[in-house]
Nanobody
Framework: VQLQASGGGLVQPGGSLRLSCAAS????????YAWYRQAPGKQRESVAS???????IYADSVKGRFTISRDNVKNVVYLQMNSLKPEDTATYYC?????????WGRGTQVTVSS
């Protein structure tokens, strides 16, 4: 499975961004999508995930501010990020897992700064 993430950029604190991740290839094998992020000098951490059935899990740090969703027709997963904080600054990665699927997309940079 190939994953192409987009939507990152520079935003002021309190602002919003929407990340997209388009999947191609053996998409029927995907069971769960997730977004991870990695800030400089820190380990990669899970941000949010969504299963085929729509079950979602969020990191405590983003609950109430971020929303993960998926379009199963277009094979795209989104991460709507609201009320962004400087500590959300990181490279965000899309991830897909499933039947013989364990794939990462290239990261997209999100910078929250005034």
């Amino acid at each position: 499975v190939q994953l192409q993430a987009s939507g990152g950029g520079l935003v002021q604190p309190g602002g919003s961004l929407r990340l997209s991740c388009a999947a191609s290839g053996s998409v029927s094998r995907i069971r769960v999508y997730a977004w991870y992020r990695q800030a400089p000098g820190k380990q990669r951490e899970s941000v949010a995930s969504i299963t085929n059935g729509g079950y979602t899990i969020y990191a405590d740090s983003v609950k109430g501010r971020f929303t993960i969703s998926r379009d199963n027709v277009k094979n795209v997963v989104y991460l709507q990020m609201n009320s962004l904080k400087p500590e959300d600054t990181a490279t965000y990665y899309c991830y897909a897992a499933g039947d013989n699927v364990n794939d990462w997309g290239r990261g997209t940079q999100v910078t929250v700064s005034s």
